[in-house]
Antibody, heavy 116, light 107 residues
């Protein structure tokens, strides 16, 4: 069964760090484009990053230099390292698989709250 | 950034109505435009990718069209399960971006 399961969310203070994981089953992370998308409470969707099959990455301006997307090909896990967190980073974070540049498989999301 | 503007932001419609949502981009996106449906408390679901290709399992009452900077999602006959928020998203140029969403409510 194709499945994405995010974990690692929680409460963190402003300026802190958090690493999200996306455990993948049913397909190989390294053979696909994978992205992170977030949704602040009551707001719309915001694309954050993509990691291509060749390992290259790209980021939204709002997180560039603070967030890093990587993957563990052996364990088939996608990561989002989030540093210098701000209150406006509070959101549900989703990992997704890409199909022809659309996001066809989504995880259930993990909530990140940045607050003192 | 290539901003996507959806219209309307919300609409009220009845079961059986034909519904059209428009997504306009600031720049040409060469049909790399996707549509998602999201229900409260759930992850979004891909409906249509590359402007007009229906994702597997999506009912044929959904269709997409467009070119250049203007794209549309049409629901030919609205069903009770279709009341949700819809988002367009472009993958032509980085950063990939979403529209602000269109909430479809019951009249």
């Amino acid at each position: 069964e194709v499945q994405l399961v995010e974990s690692g969310g929680g409460l963190v203070q402003p300026g802190g760090s958090l690493r999200l994981s996306c455990t993948v089953s049913g397909f190989t992370v390294s053979n696909n484009y994978m992205t992170w998308v977030r949704q602040a409470p009551g707001k719309g969707l915001e694309w954050l990053s993509v990691i291509y099959a060749d390992g290259n990455t790209n980021y939204a301006d709002s997180v560039k230099g603070r967030f890093t997307t990587s993957r563990d090909n052996y364990r088939n896990i996608l990561f989002l390292q989030m540093d210098s967190l701000r209150a406006e980073d509070t959101a549900i974070y989703y990992c997704t698989k890409c199909l022809s540049y659309g996001f066809d498989i989504w995880g259930q999301g993990t909530m990140v709250t940045v607050s003192s | 950034d290539n901003r996507l503007t959806q219209s309307p932001s919300s609409l009220s419609a009845s079961v059986g109505d034909r519904v059209t949502i428009t997504c306009r981009a600031n720049e040409i996106i060469r049909k790399l435009l996707n549509w998602y449906q999201q229900k409260p408390g759930k992850a979004p679901k891909l409906l249509i990718y590359s402007t007009s290709t229906l994702q597997i399992g999506v009912p044929s009452r959904f269709s997409g069209s467009g070119s250049g900077t203007e794209y549309t999602l049409t629901i030919s006959s609205l069903q009770p399960d279709d009341f949700a928020t819809y988002y367009c998203q472009q993958s032509h140029s980085s950063p990939w971006t979403f529209g602000q969403g269109t909430k479809v409510e019951i009249k």
